[in-house]
Protein backbone atom coordinates (compact mmCIF):
# COMPACT_ATOMS: atom_id res chain seq x y z
CA UNK A 1 0.00 0.00 0.00
CA UNK A 2 2.88 2.75 1.08
CA UNK A 3 4.52 1.61 -2.54
CA UNK A 4 1.64 2.29 -4.59
CA UNK A 5 0.12 5.40 -2.58
CA UNK A 6 3.47 6.97 -1.82
CA UNK A 7 5.53 5.99 -4.92
CA UNK A 8 2.97 5.22 -7.32
CA UNK A 9 4.63 2.01 -8.07
CA UNK A 10 1.77 -0.16 -9.87
CA UNK A 11 0.35 -2.91 -7.88
CA UNK A 12 1.21 -5.76 -10.80
CA UNK A 13 5.41 -4.87 -10.02
CA UNK A 14 4.54 -5.74 -6.01
CA UNK A 15 3.88 -8.57 -3.85
CA UNK A 16 4.43 -8.85 -0.54
CA UNK A 17 7.15 -10.70 0.62
CA UNK A 18 6.32 -12.39 4.20
CA UNK A 19 8.20 -13.33 7.37
CA UNK A 20 7.74 -17.12 7.12
CA UNK A 21 9.27 -20.58 9.17
CA UNK A 22 12.86 -22.04 9.02
CA UNK A 23 11.48 -25.25 7.73
CA UNK A 24 15.11 -26.40 8.46
CA UNK A 25 14.20 -26.55 12.28
CA UNK A 26 11.22 -28.10 12.01
CA UNK A 27 11.26 -31.93 12.56
CA UNK A 28 8.32 -32.99 10.86
CA UNK A 29 9.61 -36.58 10.88
CA UNK A 30 9.60 -37.02 14.47
CA UNK A 31 6.18 -34.58 14.99
CA UNK A 32 5.09 -38.04 16.78
CA UNK A 33 7.36 -38.59 19.29
CA UNK A 34 8.19 -34.81 20.14
CA UNK A 35 4.68 -34.19 20.30
CA UNK A 36 4.62 -37.28 22.89
CA UNK A 37 7.35 -36.42 24.59
CA UNK A 38 6.57 -32.50 25.68
CA UNK A 39 2.98 -33.42 26.49
CA UNK A 40 4.39 -35.52 28.88
CA UNK A 41 6.48 -33.40 30.03
CA UNK A 42 4.01 -31.30 30.65
CA UNK A 43 1.12 -33.70 32.15
CA UNK A 44 -0.94 -33.61 28.68
CA UNK A 45 -2.69 -36.41 28.18
CA UNK A 46 -2.65 -37.25 24.57
CA UNK A 47 -6.46 -36.41 23.84
CA UNK A 48 -6.25 -33.40 25.25
CA UNK A 49 -6.81 -30.42 22.94
CA UNK A 50 -3.57 -28.36 23.29
CA UNK A 51 -3.85 -24.41 22.44
CA UNK A 52 -0.52 -22.20 22.39
CA UNK A 53 0.39 -19.00 22.80
CA UNK A 54 3.31 -16.95 23.77
CA UNK A 55 6.32 -14.44 22.75
CA UNK A 56 5.99 -11.05 24.91
CA UNK A 57 2.91 -11.22 27.31
CA UNK A 58 2.15 -7.48 27.51
CA UNK A 59 -1.50 -6.14 27.60
CA UNK A 60 -1.74 -5.20 23.95
CA UNK A 61 -1.04 -9.11 23.24
CA UNK A 62 -4.71 -9.98 24.96
CA UNK A 63 -2.91 -13.36 26.21
CA UNK A 64 -4.71 -12.26 29.80
CA UNK A 65 -7.91 -12.72 28.10
CA UNK A 66 -7.25 -16.18 26.46
CA UNK A 67 -6.36 -17.22 29.84
CA UNK A 68 -9.53 -15.92 31.26
CA UNK A 69 -11.63 -17.77 28.63
CA UNK A 70 -9.71 -21.24 28.80
CA UNK A 71 -10.03 -20.46 32.46
CA UNK A 72 -13.96 -20.02 32.10
CA UNK A 73 -14.46 -22.73 29.77
CA UNK A 74 -13.20 -25.13 32.03
CA UNK A 75 -13.19 -28.01 30.10
CA UNK A 76 -10.89 -30.47 31.28
CA UNK A 77 -9.56 -31.90 27.89
CA UNK A 78 -8.76 -28.12 27.02
CA UNK A 79 -5.50 -26.64 27.77
CA UNK A 80 -3.60 -24.11 26.76
CA UNK A 81 0.47 -23.65 27.00
CA UNK A 82 1.98 -20.07 27.30
CA UNK A 83 5.58 -19.58 26.92
CA UNK A 84 7.38 -15.80 27.31
CA UNK A 85 7.69 -14.08 30.83
CA UNK A 86 5.33 -11.01 31.60
CA UNK A 87 6.01 -7.64 31.32
CA UNK A 88 6.02 -5.40 34.86
CA UNK A 89 2.19 -4.34 34.37
CA UNK A 90 1.24 -7.99 33.42
CA UNK A 91 2.88 -9.81 35.96
CA UNK A 92 0.46 -10.03 38.46
CA UNK A 93 -2.25 -10.73 36.49
CA UNK A 94 -0.26 -13.58 34.83
CA UNK A 95 0.50 -15.42 38.26
CA UNK A 96 -2.84 -15.27 39.17
CA UNK A 97 -4.42 -16.69 35.82
CA UNK A 98 -1.86 -19.13 35.20
CA UNK A 99 -2.28 -21.04 38.41
CA UNK A 100 -4.76 -23.52 37.56
CA UNK A 101 -4.86 -26.82 35.84
CA UNK A 102 -5.49 -25.58 33.04
CA UNK A 103 -3.05 -23.28 32.12
CA UNK A 104 0.70 -24.92 31.29
CA UNK A 105 3.39 -21.69 31.72
CA UNK A 106 6.82 -22.56 31.04
CA UNK A 107 8.58 -19.57 30.46
CA UNK A 108 10.97 -18.08 27.82
CA UNK A 109 12.40 -20.70 25.44
CA UNK A 110 14.83 -20.88 23.04
CA UNK A 111 13.37 -19.25 19.03
CA UNK A 112 14.01 -23.04 17.75
CA UNK A 113 12.43 -25.07 20.29
CA UNK A 114 8.96 -22.79 20.06
CA UNK A 115 8.42 -25.18 17.47
CA UNK A 116 8.74 -28.52 18.84
CA UNK A 117 6.04 -26.86 21.10
CA UNK A 118 4.23 -25.88 18.13
CA UNK A 119 4.52 -29.45 17.24
CA UNK A 120 2.96 -30.68 20.19
CA UNK A 121 0.12 -28.16 20.31
CA UNK A 122 -3.72 -28.43 18.21
CA UNK A 123 -4.22 -24.66 17.94
CA UNK A 124 -2.32 -21.40 17.97
CA UNK A 125 -3.98 -18.60 19.55
CA UNK A 126 -3.05 -14.87 19.11
CA UNK A 127 -5.63 -12.30 20.30
CA UNK A 128 -3.35 -9.14 20.39
CA UNK A 129 -0.60 -7.61 18.40
CA UNK A 130 1.17 -9.15 15.61
CA UNK A 131 4.59 -10.81 16.36
CA UNK A 132 6.35 -13.14 14.08
CA UNK A 133 5.09 -16.10 15.68
CA UNK A 134 2.24 -15.59 13.49
CA UNK A 135 3.59 -16.71 10.52
CA UNK A 136 5.41 -19.37 12.32
CA UNK A 137 2.68 -21.01 13.72
CA UNK A 138 1.10 -21.46 10.38
CA UNK A 139 4.10 -22.53 8.67
CA UNK A 140 4.27 -25.13 11.36
CA UNK A 141 0.87 -26.20 9.68
CA UNK A 142 -1.03 -25.49 12.88
CA UNK A 143 -4.09 -24.34 12.73
CA UNK A 144 -4.66 -20.72 14.50
CA UNK A 145 -7.22 -17.84 15.98
CA UNK A 146 -5.94 -14.60 15.46
CA UNK A 147 -7.15 -11.07 15.86
CA UNK A 148 -7.83 -9.09 12.47
CA UNK A 149 -5.25 -6.38 12.10
CA UNK A 150 -5.11 -4.82 8.32
CA UNK A 151 -2.53 -5.88 6.47
CA UNK A 152 -2.14 -8.96 8.37
CA UNK A 153 -4.62 -11.31 6.20
CA UNK A 154 -1.85 -13.20 4.79
CA UNK A 155 -1.68 -15.59 7.19
CA UNK A 156 -4.99 -16.47 6.34
CA UNK A 157 -3.90 -19.00 3.22
CA UNK A 158 -7.39 -20.70 2.67
CA UNK A 159 -9.48 -21.72 5.61
CA UNK A 160 -6.82 -22.54 8.46
CA UNK A 161 -7.34 -20.08 10.68
CA UNK A 162 -10.17 -17.26 12.58
CA UNK A 163 -9.85 -13.89 13.01
CA UNK A 164 -11.27 -12.36 15.83
CA UNK A 165 -12.74 -8.48 15.75
CA UNK A 166 -11.46 -6.98 19.57
CA UNK A 167 -9.11 -10.10 21.15
CA UNK A 168 -12.19 -9.86 23.78
CA UNK A 169 -12.39 -12.73 26.44
CA UNK A 170 -16.06 -13.26 24.84
CA UNK A 171 -14.86 -13.38 21.23
CA UNK A 172 -11.75 -15.93 22.45
CA UNK A 173 -14.10 -17.91 24.51
CA UNK A 174 -16.75 -18.09 21.58
CA UNK A 175 -14.27 -18.86 18.95
CA UNK A 176 -12.59 -21.96 21.20
CA UNK A 177 -16.12 -22.91 21.55
CA UNK A 178 -16.81 -23.13 18.07
CA UNK A 179 -14.14 -25.21 17.40
CA UNK A 180 -14.21 -27.85 20.38
CA UNK A 181 -18.17 -28.43 19.36
CA UNK A 182 -17.43 -28.78 15.47
CA UNK A 183 -14.32 -30.97 14.82
CA UNK A 184 -15.29 -31.43 11.19
CA UNK A 185 -14.50 -27.15 11.01
CA UNK A 186 -11.05 -27.83 13.08
CA UNK A 187 -10.28 -30.70 11.07
CA UNK A 188 -10.92 -28.87 7.67
CA UNK A 189 -8.38 -25.85 9.13
CA UNK A 190 -5.90 -28.75 9.99
CA UNK A 191 -5.84 -29.50 6.32
CA UNK A 192 -5.13 -26.82 4.98
CA UNK A 193 -2.62 -25.43 7.51
CA UNK A 194 -0.86 -28.51 6.82
CA UNK A 195 -0.93 -28.64 3.00
CA UNK A 196 -1.01 -24.91 2.40
CA UNK A 197 0.61 -22.95 5.25
CA UNK A 198 3.80 -25.04 5.62
CA UNK A 199 4.54 -24.78 2.36
CA UNK A 200 3.85 -20.70 1.73
CA UNK A 201 5.44 -19.90 4.94
CA UNK A 202 8.53 -21.80 4.41
CA UNK A 203 11.74 -19.64 4.14
CA UNK A 204 13.18 -22.00 1.77
CA UNK A 205 9.91 -21.55 -0.44
CA UNK A 206 9.81 -17.75 0.36
CA UNK A 207 13.87 -17.56 -0.89
CA UNK A 208 12.71 -19.59 -3.94
CA UNK A 209 9.90 -17.16 -4.95
CA UNK A 210 12.18 -14.07 -4.27
CA UNK A 211 14.90 -15.43 -6.28
CA UNK A 212 12.80 -16.62 -9.29
CA UNK A 213 11.02 -12.89 -9.26
CA UNK A 214 13.96 -11.30 -9.27
CA UNK A 215 15.86 -13.47 -11.98
Given at each position: ???M?M??V???K???????A??E???F??????R??I?RN????D??F?????G??E????I?H??E?V????????K?????????E???????L??????R?????D????????????????????SV????AV?T??P?IF??W????H????G???F?E?G???????????I????E??????????????????YE?IS???????C
Amino acid sequence: DFLMEMYNVPKNKIELLVMGADTEKIDFAHKDEIRKKIRRNLSLADDDFVLITGGKIEKNKNIHHLMEAVNEIADEKLKLIVFGTPSEEMKDVFEKLSSTSFIRKIGWIDADDVYNYFLASDMAVFPGRHSVLWEQAVGTGLPCIFKKWKGQTHVDVGGNCIFIENGTKEEIKSAIKSILTDRETYNRMSKVAREKGVVLFSYENISRRAIGQIC
